[in-house]
């Protein structure tokens, strides 16, 4: 155990370049089709790691907009977005969000409701920015299709359990994506699943902060040390494989 929480935004994009990071976000690209002359909304676009894809695809007629809560993450999406004049960075809020209604063409969110407080509110907000005939793109895992392989499948589901109860606001979202959507006034066009295997034990102890949350689930008393210890460890001899799902859902305002 013990490995440190890493630099947030530097976690999100080496997790964005991973194979299945990379194959996700590709495809939500394919999806969305952004346009030349597009105005474009990056819901929680994190250190902006879209943000460069979505201006080559709208090109000098287009606008990019891309808003966060957390400043740390906007001065990183700031310097990726350097030189690039049709890509404005907003500080703001996903439940009220910093655009003018009914100005946005495109948008898309990518594993930022599980975080929020109100992933309806959001959405209201989210169709509240977009035009009649907007696309959106809304991408979120579902923690409860967390799954760890060890002998001790046990000590797995406890850790699991752990993490869906204890470590993130909206943990099941990525299921609920296609009702909230319809909900907010969105009509449903896809709904698409992707589960990344993972494979090495070092990086889905980064990915998935293994070592950081089981050492979390037993300081709360859910896992007593010794067996985390040993259950820790036999993940990094053995074949390692953990997988989890992220639901894709696009939708038309
Ligand atoms: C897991 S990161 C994803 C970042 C980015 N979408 C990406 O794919 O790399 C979640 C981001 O959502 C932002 N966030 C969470 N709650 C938010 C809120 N209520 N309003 C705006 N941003 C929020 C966080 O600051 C963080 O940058």
Not at 92 to 121: E, F, I, Q
């Amino acid at each position: 155990m013990g490995v440190a929480r890493p630099d947030q935004g530097a976690y999100l994009l080496r997790t964005a370049a991973m194979d299945a990071g990379r194959a996700y976000k590709e495809e939500l690209l394919r999806l969305l089709d952004p346009r030349p002359g597009q105005t474009v909304l990056d819901v929680g676009c994190g250190p902006g790691t879209d943000l460069p894809a979505l201006a080559e695809r709208v090109g000098p007629e287009g606008l990019v907009i891309g808003v966060d809560r957390d400043p740390a993450m906007l001065a990183e999406a700031r310097r990726r977005a350097e030189g690039l004049p049709r890509v404005e960075v907003r500080r703001g809020d996903a439940h009220a969000l910093p655009v003018t209604p009914g100005s946005v063409d495109l948008a898309k969110t990518d594993r930022v409701l599980l975080h929020v407080d109100d992933p309806a509110a959001a959405l209201a907000s989210l169709h509240t920015a977009t035009r009649p005939g907007a696309v959106v793109g809304l991408v979120e895992p579902d923690w409860e299709t967390l799954i760890v392989d060890a002998p001790d499948i046990g000590t797995s589901r406890a850790f699991t359990r752990f993490v869906v109860e204890d470590t993130v606001r909206n943990p099941t979202v990525g299921r609920a994506l296609g009702r909230l959507a319809a909900q907010a006034g969105f009509t449903v066009d896809t709904v698409h699943a992707t589960t990344p295997v993972l494979r090495d034990a070092e990086t889905a102890d980064y990915t998935l902060g293994l070592g950081r949350n089981l050492e979390r689930a037993v300081a709360a008393g859910h896992i007593e040390a010794e067996r985390a210890r040993r259950w820790f460890a036999g993940l990094s001899e053995g074949p390692f494989q953990a997988s989890f799902t992220l639901f894709t859902v696009l939708a038309r305002r």
